[in-house]
């Protein structure tokens, strides 16, 4: 059975079959909207128990599609898609739960969650540069006009700047994927990885052209400026997709893309790209310092972890040892789902906050702690996980990251310095919220209703077992870390 | 192996068990530290015959492991005592907590963690455990969330150490990256610059756990919490796992890091000593004296024989789990710790003080109780050491003032109104009778330690016990007799306000960090400001320049150009319907596309060919009929 496209196209065909029905009740939406997405995540986990291949593309779906340019339909998974299918499905499943209590135009943001499902696991199976280019442009579609419809205050004007920063920024890939396609005649990715097409000069203006599209998607300094406006306003569900799942369009394109078919010409601009990262990550968890708005915080140290995995890619590069690189690689993977789960459960949680308070900024609350402590405990342990408390989901991806980094290119390893910041900001975040006299204003503050708990309760889960025993997750990725052949 | 797992599991799951029943946390509690002491004793006999291993799967070729030898399963042993007859106490003391079930699952956890870290064989593990530690004692002296200045305490005790244990970060990573494997013992055979740096950055960690100088502020803040969480910090957790990790990395150590952590040691044990002093806080005297033994113990590292070191970290762990407990009782009954408070404290309760009087004066080293013993022997090795001339006055004057600060402490408890006669506290005497006992009697058992350990250290002749009794007793004859202010003379403000230099870690630190995070935040929005400017001008360029290009590129740009515009000026509001309008309008012309595409099968062009151009002119539709729902 072809399992992957069924998963791809069974949310977009749920959402078809929501606007052919005659009644179109809230109920009737949700109700859709989770099953689908329920149903959806129960394919991916049968995807995961098929497995993968060492070397290559595992469960290879291909149909003829335009012949004439070499362009196909091919579905596939490797190691280090496998995982972020896993995680885009039940992120998607856990923001349906979520969404549940939206009651506004509710059809019709069912339909464009579907259909960012979509787009999501298209984007992270694709086989094919056109495909991919394909969902990768129709997902931003979906968000700009989740934001746009379902958001906060100021949210015309952030889905805007989101929709404008990233269709601009997607041009260039659209180039690269062009020149890739004119010196190889095919659009199979498969063909581009196993026999990079492009040398010398065009290989440096394909990879500088990827680097600068994926770099707004990671995003990374200093084309990172659409991410707070966006987070800020966009609805909890989007804010938990859009850096859950669509960030990593970013760093899995960064690997798959530029990494894994300009292989030689990324390492030599290696450092440069390390550069990057490291200052990205140093100055997301400083800008995030400076927040006292705890949607726009989280958000930008969705800038410092991504910096993190652009740090362990271009160490991977740069690494002779090849131990390291694997080393590397294998951080930047685990990196990827690490942040989709904490930085998940994190936004889902300033989301129930502000459902309840209508406020963000942490100097309004104080003392939360004993009035709800589901809702307290559970962002104490979220925060901890992002700040990469050991037993927790962060730790072994950045451990191996900064490992990597200091054995290859010692310099950059003063990105650490982050992990201090990013404590003192989450510290500060708990103690002004949760910690201290309680505020006579929220004295009637419910905790975590079923629903809720239903949401977070596996997300503080999977951030606690993939931090005590990452072995599972660690594995398929490294299986296909280890074989990459670049 | 068995003992092993019985150490590490018996604490975590009752702690656990607490944390998800909330019922009868006392027993839970007490049923698991006993079994973990089993655990610790077991452990501790086998490892006597020969190292005890266990591998988990950690990350790929790096697996974790749990090691115990002789020393780690001594270790072991210090931390699985301590907690029995701390938490013994914690039943008394906390016995009308509400929160109580919190306070003893997390006091296990902690407990847990510092086994993890005592056994640690591989990097990873002493890297997770000792992160572990810091968290939990984040929320054990955050425990009382909710009363002013405890968030800001618990919260400072976090960031310094997490800030130094940046050095055990990147000390790990060099060590790993030289020897190829994170095996601790494989990676302590490292020499040469590797190893210096390792060493240093090692020290650098250490002393933001031990609170060294100048990371000692936050200890003596950390009071916040209850007093059972103090006893178990400074005596065995917390605190002690700098002085652990020093002593385990003592083989790799060189010259030039043995003599930084000499200094630093021997410079903490004056500082802190005073600072104990001029205190005018008997909880906050403590925690200044733990600052100041761990200095002892670095002296002893420096000096090449941690050996020493080890005795007085067991002594200390007894001793200074005593004083706390004794002081938290004094707590209870005046309702504070102020120096002032207490005056005449001791005498309304006889027996404690008796109790505290030993572990002071053990502290102290009055033969024949405990640390007699320990610091006779880091007075010998900082006699025998190449830096003795820096390092035998600085362990010279941290043994006086440890003398002078407890004399003091005691005078101040004994003289006085008694005041009413109390209620006994059975718990919280048993459990410190205990621990005082071991402050007495533990010297004794140091020769057959060593032993055990294979690391005897030679009898000093006359001169060093002499060296030391003459300290004690002259130490505590000053306390007793003669006032702070007196001793310190011009010193007493500065140690009073605890020495700190251009305003402390807040100063150097804090306030830079926040500087740089208000100057990236103030570029964040000139740079935004900058990119909306060039995303507007871009627009209306490329809309100008395809005035004579193709049509759709035309319509691309011009429309690029009006939401340029728009999104520099406010956005009007909108009909809000517009996106379900979007959304089933697109589907009346799918369906439309559809039918028309049946149409289209007639041979002429190619099926695939006619899906491709509707699956484009699907995006193209939505991008273009856009701004039309604006």
């Known amino acids: 059975m072809p399992l992957l496209t069924i998963a791809t196209f069974l949310p977009i065909l749920g959402g078809l079959a929501l606007i052919a029905l005659p009644v179109r009740s809230a109920r009737v939406a949700h109700g859709l909207s989770i099953t689908v997405t329920g149903l959806v995540f129960l394919i991916t986990l049968a995807i995961w128990s098929r497995g993968i291949v060492p070397g290559g593309f595992a469960q290879v779906e291909e149909i003829a599609w335009i012949p004439a340019i070499g362009a196909a339909y091919r579905l596939g998974l490797d190691g280090l898609s496998l995982p972020l299918v896993l995680l885009t499905s039940l992120l998607f499943l856990l923001s349906a739960i979520y969404s549940a209590r939206i009651s506004e135009r509710v059809p019709s943001y069912v339909v464009l969650m579907l259909m960012l499902e979509t787009a999501s696991l298209g984007s992270f199976m694709a086989l094919d540069g056109l495909l991919f280019y394909v969902f990768f442009e129709v997902s931003l579609v979906g968000m700009y006009f989740m934001i746009a419809g379902w958001g906060y205050e100021d949210r015309q004007r952030a889905a805007l700047m989101f929709f404008l920063y990233t269709l601009l920024g997607s041009l260039p890939l659209l180039l690269a994927i062009i020149g890739l396609y004119l010196s190889s005649g095919t659009f199979d990715m498969r063909a581009w990885i196993d026999a990079p097409p492009l040398a010398g000069l065009g290989a440096m203006l394909a990879l500088i052209a990827m680097l600068f599209t994926f770099a707004v998607k990671i995003p990374a300094f200093p084309v990172h400026t659409w991410l707070p406006a966006a987070h800020v306003q966009a609805p909890t569900a989007g804010s938990v997709i859009l850096a859950g799942v669509m960030l990593k369009f970013g760093t899995y394109g960064l690997v798959r893309f530029a990494l894994q078919m300009t292989p030689e010409t990324f390492t030599r601009a290696g450092v440069v790209i390390l550069a990057f990262g490291v200052f990205s990550a140093l100055y997301g968890a400083f800008a995030a310092l400076a927040q006292s708005d705890l949607k726009k915080m989280i958000a930008y140290t969705s800038v410092n972890h991504m910096g993190y995995v652009v740090m362990g890619v271009a160490v991977a590069a740069l690494a002779s040892d090849p131990a390291i690189r694997v080393v590397a690689l294998d951080g930047a993977a685990l990196q990827m789902i690490s942040h989709g789960l904490v930085t998940g459960a994190l936004f889902f949680l300033v989301g129930m906050l502000q459902d309840r308070a209508h406020i963000r900024d942490m100097g309004d609350f104080g003392g939360l702690l004993g009035r709800v402590p589901w809702l307290g405990w559970a962002f104490v342990v979220s925060a901890f996980a992002s700040l990469g408390l050991p037993g927790l989901a962060h730790f072994p991806a950045e451990f191996q990251i900064f490992l990597a980094t200091l054995n290859t290119q010692p310099w950059a390893v003063v990105a650490i310095i982050a992990i201090v910041v990013t404590a003192g900001l989450y510290l500060r975040a708990i103690a002004a919220v949760f910690l201290g006299e309680p505020n006579e204003k929220w004295a009637a503050m419910p905790d975590l209703g079923r629903r809720e708990m239903l949401v977070i309760v596996p997300l503080l889960f999977l951030t606690v077992l993939v931090g005590v025993a990452p072995s599972w997750l660690l594995n398929m990725i490294h299986t296909t870390m280890a074989s990459l052949s670049f | 192996m068995s003992f092993l797992a019985l150490t590490l599991l018996a604490p975590l799951l009752s702690g656990l068990t607490i944390l998800a029943l909330r019922r009868a946390p ?306 209870h009954d005046r309702e504070g710790t102020g120096l002032d408070t207490l005056a005449g404290a001791g005498r309304a309760r006889p027996g404690i003080f008796t109790g505290f009087a030993i572990a002071a004066l053990a502290l102290a080293g009055i033969p024949p109780l405990a640390a007699f013993f320990s610091k006779d022997a880091i007075i010998a090795a900082a006699l025998a050491s190449t830096a003795a001339p820096w390092l035998l006055p600085l362990a010279l004057a941290g043994s006086v003032l440890t003398g002078t600060y407890m004399g003091r402490a005691l005078n101040v408890l004994w003289t006085g109104e008694a005041g009413p006669a109390r209620t006994p506290v059975p718990f919280m005497a048993i459990g410190m009778g205990v621990l005082v006992a071991l402050a007495a009697g533990l010297g004794f058992s140091f020769g057959a330690l060593e032993h055990v350990l294979g690391a005897q250290i030679e009898k000093p002749g006359w001169i060093v016990p002499a060296m030391g009794l003459a300290v004690a007793l002259g130490g505590l004859a000053l306390g007793w007799f003669m006032a702070p202010a007196r001793l310190l003379g011009p010193l007493l403000a500065p140690a009073q306000n605890g020495f700190t230099v251009a305003g402390g870690m807040d100063g150097l630190i804090l306030r830079p960090s926040l500087s740089i995070a208000a100057a990236c935040e103030a570029f964040e929005q000139r740079l935004l400001a900058a990119q909306v400017g060039l995303i507007r001008n871009l627009g209306l360029g490329t809309a100008r320049l395809a005035d004579r290009g193709d049509d759709t590129l035309f319509a691309f740009s011009i429309w690029i150009g009006q939401q340029s515009l728009r999104l520099g000026q406010d956005t009007r509001s909108i009909d809000t319907n517009f996106i379900d309008a979007a959304i089933f309008g697109l589907v009346r012309r799918i369906v439309e596309a559809g039918a028309r595409a049946r149409h289209l099968q007639s041979g002429l062009i190619h099926r695939e060919l006619a899906l491709t151009v509707i699956g484009i002119g699907l995006i193209v539709i939505v991008l273009l009929t856009a701004p039309h729902y604006f």
Do not use: C, N
């Not at chain 2, 655990?39 to 090691?67: K, N, Q, Y």
């Not at chain 2, 796992?241 to 890091?257: K, Q, V």
């Not at chain 2, 002893?300 to 200074?320: F, N, Y």
């Open chain 2, 26 to 331: 006392e027993a839970l509690a007490l049923a698991g530290t006993v079994l973990g002491l089993i655990g610790a004793v077991g452990l501790f006999i086998a490892a006597s015959d020969g190292t005890v291993e266990a591998v988990l799967p950690g990350l790929p070729d790096m697996p974790l492991r749990l090691v115990a030898t002789p020393l780690t399963a001594v270790l072991a042993l210090v931390v699985a005592t301590v907690a029995v007859f701390v938490l013994t106490y914690a039943t008394g003391y906390m016995a009308g907590d509400p929160e109580k079930a919190r306070f003893f699952g997390t006091m296990l956890l902690f407990v847990t963690a510092m086994q993890g870290l005592v056994l640690a064989g591989d990097w990873i593990m002493l890297l997770a455990a000792w992160e572990m530690i810091g968290f939990a004692s984040y929320l054990l002296i955050g425990f009382w969330h909710g009363r002013a200045g405890v968030a800001s305490a618990a919260t400072r005790a976090f960031l310094y150490t997490r800030s130094a244990d940046l050095g055990l970060y990147l000390g790990a990573f060099l060590l790993i990256g030289v020897a190829g494997t994170s095996e601790i013992s494989a990676t302590l055979a490292t020499t040469g610059a590797p190893a210096l740096i390792a060493g240093l950055l090692m020290l650098v960690a250490a002393m933001g756990k031990s609170a060294q100088v100048p990371l000692q502020d936050w200890l003596q803040r950390a009071m916040a919490g209850p007093t059972p969480v103090s006893a178990l910090l400074h005596s065995a957790t917390l605190v002690a796992a700098g002085a652990i990790l020093l002593i385990r990395t003592a083989p790799m150590m060189p010259g030039g890091a043995l003599l930084a952590i000499g200094i630093v040691g021997g410079l903490t044990a004056v500082i802190t000593g005073l600072i104990a002093l001029a205190e005018r806080d008997l909880k906050r005297l403590l925690a200044a004296s733990t600052a100041s033994q761990y200095g002892l113990m670095l002296v002893a590292i420096g000096a090449g024989v941690p050996i020493a070191a080890l005795l007085h970290l067991i002594a200390h762990a007894a001793i200074k789990s005593s004083l706390f407990l004794g002081a938290g009782v004094f707590q």
